[in-house]
């Protein structure tokens, strides 16, 4: 169907399509429903990978044993999205399908070094989800696919979560970072440029000994934040610099 | 009659119309439709200044009927204060969102797509209130000799603040329902409007100009409103001539209703405001001179600017005795959709702006906050900068002490030096009812009729979430000797109540609760012994009708701005604890407490609900809510971006009521429903500035409080300095 008859829109939870709708910036009149396809929703361990399937709520995430013990940083980002009530029904899939810089989820999985699954009519295509963003709100689903899961090795090293919303809940971040700090640490930031930032330059460098000084000036290369109504570009130059620090640091608040 | 009934007043009995909205009965607006209802949208400017060229309306015209300046019966006024502001624009454009035309359609999708163009010729916009070449109002009050104050100060401290626009938000968004034929008196060519809105007659009065009918044939009808906060002062009168226009033109019932974005971009905000302070102190901490220049952003119309500006400068130089006041404001446009109402109506600014300055004083002097405020706060005898000697009622010293003890202050205060959390506190005053002779000109009235069991209570005094119908009834049955659930209260209709006057300024509890206890009181007289069935049995219906009558004494001189402004004022005092996030410059409010003097809680549980939700719009006044402006149009007209306080950004409260009895108020009230919002922004600043942030603006948001990080340690300097003068 997504191949014969034109491109439809893949819907789950809805909490991002129904703002798009309200504003009236919604172009696009047919429509794929995900939302009662369970086995899209399961949460395992499958060859030794955590396997997140991409309609897995929000709650979801929250509640599952398996992601609080392999991917605690998935859970506290997830805890941090919208309230109880968008929580229920956005879905991790949504989230990155959605594509929004400012998605919370995006830098765990950036940094968490995740695969995306794809599949379409013909064939199941694995995407390392650096390179599942090509550009502000694109990705390389092509209109015939859906993002079925999510694959996580297991990660080695302090996993860090901060988001930095505009209030304490329900809040969009304006600037949200994941950092597994370890002997090989791996730095993923969102909301601070078109896409999500894995900070791969200074992760290198911080793995060869560099100070947290060094870092930070590394980091501030790597990313391009902009001013808009919710913050500014230099406020996320320094927060995104602060972080870095706080979430290395060997006790995080 | 007997007095057995429980008395009511100080008791928190059930609020009338609580089943209904816990339940989902109670019926709002958009819940309410009519037979051949018709929709309509208000296609609005998208500039900011200029003129409107041409109109074309694009595509299928079939089902559509497009309603303009032509067909405008009365005049093309939205009657406030000045005439100023069009009910739908000519030919020129002041604001972005300004209303042009009208489209109706009876399908609200066909009505959504209808595509509608507005060729213009654009002129430059002005953006700065203190640039502008119109001034809505200018206010000046003088009190002693200026020269002579300063002579006498050991220290001159100066200082400029700002406060920023700041949106109601209340949880239903403005809308009204138009219906034609169905007047009071049931003649044809009259209309009735419904509607969320504060004030029946504010909208009746508009719609007999401009549609030019007698008063007989408007009527206005107020629905279960979910919240107003000024915000549905003014602004009902223009929508409610929108559905009117298009009701009378097509004949059929017309549906206005915004959604939120409509709701954000067009219709009325907190003025911003530039005050500026130049204060004369001794070296001891006592006030010789004060000096304050201030100027209201009025946004593109004059709206209710002159009345916001006038209680501005009123409470400008805080709840603080000096011999020597210098006060000189204005309100000026500038081409941003009109400013107007908003719960405090103009004290929040010029208090946050007093506020600061006295932490800064006190800094300045070496002593601590509380002491300088213990030196100079009003006490009873004193008077107030324009004159009015207050009484026993006055409760500046007693709420400060209350706060200062409960929240241990001093020892909170040496605690938390040095560290990223700070504790600040800030004391203030409200006037409750109109300013100066603002009610002996309303001259509200109130009725009461007595029914089988008790009585019903008609006013024009809308219910809008804050306990209205409640606290009324508990006022009346207390006085008339039955109990509460014997008095009933009717829909504010303006066919049916007379004009009790608008639910605004703290007014609805000390001034119509007080006609109304008048009222009650002869009605008791009159039953002498009877039951209300049996005076109705023996001498047929029986309404008592009173009007606002002036306490002896009170005196005010409006050419001059001396007198007594209000009949009373109530007192508060907030202490709030903050913590700054190091690394995210984010201010998080963590202890909050505040004392208010009201005079008599009619309803312990509904005042402290006034004050907490005060208290949170304050802290999100003072913390998060901003809106931004770009290019004279609101750029984040949603609750997504529009910030305001979630629960998790509010602190637990601690709210002390403390009551000094105002002797013309029902049972000793005074007004509570704005003051709550004077104190929390000037409280965060000063713990800010405790915690070694030195802000002169609000909100406090972590953008602004990353610059004034980044000067802390090197010289403390505004901002935005000033090009002429050096604000130390």
Avoid at chain 1, 64 to 69: A, D, E, K, T
Avoid at chain 2, 46 to 63: L, N, Q, S, Y
Avoid at chain 2, 460 to 476: C, D, F, H, N, P
Wanted: aromatic share 6%; hydrophobic share 40%.
């Amino acid at each position: 169907m997504l191949r014969d008859e034109g491109p439809l829109v893949p819907m789950a939870g809805c909490t991002d399509l129904y703002v798009a709708l309200n504003f009236g910036t919604l172009t696009e009149t047919r429509f794929l429903d995900l939302w009662r396809l369970d086995a899209l929703r399961t949460i395992a361990i499958r060859e030794g990978a955590l396997s997140i399937g991409a309609l897995a709520t929000h709650t979801d995430l929250i509640r599952s044993p398996l992601v609080r013990r392999r991917l605690p940083m998935l859970a506290a980002a997830a805890s941090e999205i919208g309230g109880v009530q968008i929580q229920n029904r956005g879905t991790l899939g949504g989230n990155v399908a959605n594509a929004s810089p400012a998605g919370d989820t995006l830098p765990v999985l950036a940094a968490a070094d995740a695969t995306v699954v794809l599949r379409g009519a013909g064939a199941t295509r694995r995407v390392p989800f650096s390179s599942f963003y090509t550009g502000y709100r694109r990705t390389v689903r092509r209109p015939d696919e859906l993002i079925v899961s999510f694959e996580i090795a297991p990660i080695r090293g302090r996993q860090r979560f901060r988001k930095v919303g505009t209030r304490a809940a329900q809040a969009i971040s304006k600037v949200v970072m994941a950092v597994i700090a370890g002997e090989t640490p791996r730095i993923a930031v969102g909301s601070v440029a078109p896409t999500v930032v894995r900070a791969r330059r200074t992760e290198a460098a911080l793995a060869a000994g560099a100070s947290v000084a060094e870092a930070q000036r590394l980091l501030l290369d790597e990313i391009a934040p902009i001013d808009d109504i919710r913050s500014t570009a230099e406020y996320r130059r320094r927060v995104t610099a602060n972080l870095l620090a706080r979430l290395l640091a060997p006790r995080s608040a | 009659m007997s007095s057995r009934a429980r008395k009511a007043v100080g008791r928190n009995v059930l609020r009338k119309e609580g089943h209904d909205k816990v339940t989902g009965a109670a019926r709002y607006i958009d819940d309410l439709t009519f037979p051949g209802l018709l929709h309509a949208r208000t296609i609005r400017s998208t500039i900011p200044a200029g003129e409107i060229v041409k109109v074309r309306f694009k595509g299928d015209r079939a089902g559509f009927t497009l309603v303009d300046h032509h067909d405008i019966p009365g005049r093309n006024i939205v009657a406030l204060i000045d005439e100023d502001q069009p009910c739908l624009a000519e030919r020129k454009i002041r604001h972005v969102a300004e209303p042009i035309l009208l489209l109706v359609h009876e399908d609200r999708e066909k009505l959504r797509a209808a595509d509608v163009q507005i060729e213009y010729r654009p002129s430059t916009p002005n953006y700065d209130p203190e640039r502008s070449a119109i001034t809505f109002k200018k206010i000046a009050i003088d009190k002693g000799d200026l020269d002579a104050g300063f002579a006498a100060a050991d220290v001159i401290v100066e200082g400029e603040y700002r406060t920023g626009l700041q949106e109601q938000l209340y949880i239903e968004t403005n809308g009204v329902i138009a219906v034609p034929g169905s007047s009071v008196a049931g003649a044809a060519g009259g209309i009735t409007v419904y509607g969320s809105m504060q004030c029946p007659y504010y909208v009746h009065r508009a719609l007999v100009i401009l549609l030019g009918l007698p008063a007989g044939k408007v009527r206005v009808i107020q629905t279960e409103t979910g919240g107003g906060f000024g915000g549905k002062e003014e602004y009902p009168s223009m929508m409610a001539g929108h559905a009117a226009l298009a009701a009378l033109k097509t004949g059929r019932p017309v549906k206005l209703v915004y959604d939120r974005v409509e709701d954000m971009l067009a219709t009325t905000k907190r003025h911003p405001s530039i005050v500026r302070h130049r204060t004369g102190v001794t070296r001891d901490g006592r006030l010789t001179a004060i000096d304050i220049d201030a100027v209201l952003d009025g946004g593109a119309y004059a709206t209710l600017s002159a009345v916001v500006l006038s209680r501005g400068m009123i409470h400008a130089a805080g709840p603080y005795r000096c011999d020597h006041i210098r006060i000189r404001g204005r309100a000026t446009m500038t081409n941003t959709p009109p400013n107007g109402a908003f719960r405090g109506f103009g004290a929040p600014q010029t208090q946050f702006a007093a506020e600061v300055h006295m932490d800064r004083i006190a800094e300045r002097l070496g002593l601590d906050p509380v002491r300088v405020r213990e030196i100079n706060a009003l006490r009873p005898g004193d008077t107030t900068a324009t004159g009015q000697r207050l009484g026993k009622d006055s409760s500046a010293l007693q709420v400060l002490r209350e706060a200062v003890t409960r929240t241990g202050f001093r020892k909170r205060r040496r605690a938390l030096a040095g560290t990223n959390r700070g504790i600040g506190l800030s004391l203030f005053f409200h006037g409750s009812g109109f300013t100066g002779a603002g009610e002996v000109k309303l001259a509200a009235k109130a009725s009461l009729a007595l029914t089988h069991k008790g009585a019903r209570i008609h006013v024009a005094s809308t219910e809008i979430g804050q306990g209205t119908r409640t606290m009324l009834a508990q006022i009346v049955a207390d006085a008339l000797g039955v109990r509460y659930d014997d008095v009933d209260v009717n829909a504010a209709d303006t066919g049916e109540v007379p004009d009790s006057g608008p639910t605004v300024a703290s007014r609805t509890c000390m001034i119509v609760g007080r006609i109304l206890e008048r009222c009650a009181e002869e009605m008791r007289a009159r039953l002498g012994r009877l039951t209300p069935r049996q005076y109705l049995r023996a001498f047929g219906p029986l309404v008592i009708t009173k009007q606002y009558e002036r306490p002896a004494g009170m005196v005010w001189d409006d050419t001059v701005y001396k007198g007594d402004a209000y009949g009373s004022y109530g007192w508060g005092c907030d202490v709030v604890e903050v913590e700054v996030d190091r690394d995210t410059y984010e201010v998080r409010p963590t202890a909050f407490t505040t004392v208010h003097e009201i005079g008599k809680a009619i309803h312990p549980m509904l005042a402290v609900g006034q004050i907490e939700g005060g208290s949170a719009q304050g802290l999100g006044y003072a913390i998060l809510e901003d809106v931004v402006m770009r290019d004279g149009r609101m750029a984040n007209a949603t609750l997504t971006n529009y910030i305001i306080p979630t629960s998790l950004d509010t602190p637990p409260m601690q709210v002390v009521l403390l009551e000094n009895p105002y002797p013309h108020g029902p049972s000793g009230a005074k007004g509570v429903g704005e003051m709550p919002i004077d104190g929390p922004a000037p409280a965060v600043i000063n713990a800010l500035r405790h915690a070694g942030f030195d802000l002169r603006e609000i909100p406090a948001t972590p953008e602004r409080v990353m610059l004034t990080s980044s000067v802390e340690s090197t010289q403390r300097t505004p901002r935005t300095p000033r090009k002429s003068q050096a604000w130390v």
